[in-house]
């Protein structure tokens, strides 16, 4: 079966609010750990949101863009949930960081 455009969209689109509803619901996985697991992160996620609303002229900030990700602003989200990360981390990080 052959997906037309606007069916790919619409399941792209769906896919996505579910990955971003599915990371809103784990907090407890730290930011770090999706970068050394995964090569990506929320930010990343809202990065990308952010760059192609650029790209089609679109307003949207940085935090705004966040926000549709986090589902509330980043720094409340930090304040909640984000952790200091070990030295384990921190060095898996490094060895392995592709630009983030």
């Not at 930010?43 to 926000?67: H, K, T, V, Y």
Request: proline share 2%.
């Amino acid at each position: 079966m052959s997906l037309d455009d606007q069916t790919r969209t619409e399941l792209e689109a769906a896919a996505f609010r579910r990955l971003v509803a599915h990371l809103r619901g784990r907090t407890d996985v730290q930011n770090i750990d999706l970068m050394n697991l995964a090569g990506f992160c929320r930010n990343c996620l809202s990065n990308w949101m952010q760059a192609e609303a650029d790209a089609r002229g679109i307003p949207l900030s940085r935090d705004e863009a966040r926000q549709e990700v986090y589902g509330m602003p980043y720094e409340e989200w930090k304040q909640r949930y984000q952790s200091e990360a070990t030295a384990e981390q921190k060095a898996a990080f490094e060895a392995q960081n592709n630009g983030h």
